[in-house]
């Protein structure tokens, strides 16, 4: 018979790993140009929305996308139903939102070290997310970041 505690205790050996391998990655991804880290980063992002825990996200925005037509009504939706670290308003074509703390579970929970890097990953989840929304390719700027220093997040998303 498998002992429980020993089995967490596995678990969160597997996590602690993967979360040290991560930031090595991370890390690691310092040292290649910014349009290499922003491409493989934000494929994380694109991985992060599909993710069961939290919807899953694309889902949800796929939904909302099929039973709205108005983008202010998308936008509402978006509010409401899909779990992220602010509001998102709309001025003209672009959509933004500022987040006074971090939205990525991992750092949060404290599995990855917040980096300027490790942002990226959001930003492929931003734009995974409104490309869906939209249904038109999007542009996504992350103009501030907390791991890069910052006070908050402040993502925009540009959008014809």
């Known amino acids: 018979m498998v002992d429980p505690q020993e089995e967490l205790a596995k678990k969160s050996t597997l996590l602690k790993l993967t979360g040290d391998l991560l930031n090595a990655i991370v890390g690691s991804l310092d040292q290649v140009d ?23 996200a694309i889902e949800i925005a796929k939904r909302i996308s099929e039973e709205e037509g108005d983008i202010d009504d998308v ?17 003209g074509s672009t959509i933004s939102c500022v987040c006074e703390r971090c939205g990525c579970p991992l750092v949060l929970n404290e599995v990855v070290e917040l980096s300027g890097t490790f942002c990226l990953c959001s ?26 220093g910052d006070e908050e997040c402040r993502y925009v998303v540009h959008y014809q």
Request: with cysteine.
């Open 34 to 56: 910014l349009e290499t880290r922003k491409r493989i980063i934000e494929a994380c992002g694109k991985v992060c929305v599909g993710e069961e825990l939290f919807g899953p």
């Open 123 to 148: 930003r492929g989840w931003v734009k995974a997310i409104f490309e869906t929304l939209l249904k038109r390719p999007v542009n996504v700027e992350l103009e501030k970041a907390r791991g890069l």
């Open 75 to 91: 936008l509402r939706r978006a509010n409401d139903e899909i779990l992220w670290c602010g509001v998102w308003t709309r001025e």
